[in-house]
């Protein structure tokens, strides 16, 4: 006998702290919901290409967004474009010109990092102060090594795109 009273008071007290928890469940999600706590800001900004062609460093302004690109590839490659993607509920496009600073050829061997600036415009890409931007990062590349001519008077046949998700906030 004295088994099942310490069972049902076991239960008694799961099922009572449990909706305890489900309430505070639901308030944090109204409060997200409604706005008046935003718990993305909460959460850290990432930038994420791929293991071959890294994010390292990003930095987002009011005047632009610059990222510190490493290319892994295992050959050189030419950035031929790049811009910020709007995901769905955003309301955004980054598709400004874009400048890979310190490489006049364009030229990007491999293991060697380079700046990526995509300055803002103010009609597609709002980028004031405090606002966080998702989106994807597309990164449009040609090969260096493939021996044939390409676009651009380029070697390298094809193009290849890389795309990740990106959350920064404005600073």
Not at 13 to 23: N, R
Not at 25 to 41: K, Q, T
Not at 102 to 112: E, H
Request: proline share 4%; charged share 20%; net charge negative.
């Amino acid at each position: 006998m004295a088994a099942r009273t310490k069972a049902q008071a076991a239960m008694e007290f799961m099922v009572t702290y449990g909706w305890v928890f489900i309430a505070g469940l639901v308030i944090v999600a109204s409060l997200n919901y409604f706005g008046i706590m935003r718990i993305d800001r909460m959460l850290p900004d990432s930038c994420f290409l791929s293991n071959d062609l890294r994010c390292d460093a990003f930095n987002a302004k009011a005047d632009g967004i610059t990222f510190y690109i490493v290319n892994n590839l295992g050959f050189g490659i030419k950035v031929e474009d790049a811009y910020i993607e709007s995901v769905e509920g955003t309301n955004y496009d980054c598709r400004s010109a874009f400048a890979t600073e310190g490489f006049p050829d364009g030229l990007i061997n491999n293991n060697q990092g380079f700046t990526l600036s995509l300055p803002a415009d103010p009609l597609l890409c709002n980028l004031e102060s405090g606002r966080i931007v998702k989106g994807d990062l597309v990164i449009t590349y040609h090969i260096d090594n493939t021996g044939m001519e390409g676009p651009s008077g380029y070697q390298g046949t094809t193009p290849h795109t890389v795309r990740g998700p990106l959350k920064v906030g404005v600073a």
